[in-house]
């Protein structure tokens, strides 16, 4: 069974069973609107280490590397375990 739209969707939107849906990045009715959602990127304040890379504003220290990601990254010697504890109230 195909389902039509009743109204024209707007130019970034598609008809989908029988509804005006925003395409990809665009958010909205479908029918008057559909604006380009805005992706939200996460700089780091500080200058990383060379060893570092930032990940959501923060500065992390690479694969077999450890420390605080702005002024030092040590090689670890021997296995590295990673643990990540999140509390949320």
């Known amino acids: ?10 130019k970034k939107a598609r008809c989908i069973k029988g509804k005006c849906v925003c395409k990809g990045k665009y958010k909205g009715d479908g029918v008057r609107s559909c604006k ?21 504003g ?5 694969g077999k590397y450890k420390g605080d990601g702005v002024r030092s990254c040590k090689k670890v ?3 590295l375990i990673i643990t990540k504890i999140s509390i949320t109230f």
């Open 58 to 62: 923060t500065c992390v220290c690479k």
């Open 36 to 56: 380009k959602v805005k992706v939200q990127t996460y700089r780091c304040r500080r200058k990383c280490h060379k060893k570092a890379r930032c990940i959501k």
């Open 1 to 10: 069974q195909t389902y039509k739209c009743r109204r024209k969707c707007h």
């Open 77 to 79: 010697k021997g296995n």
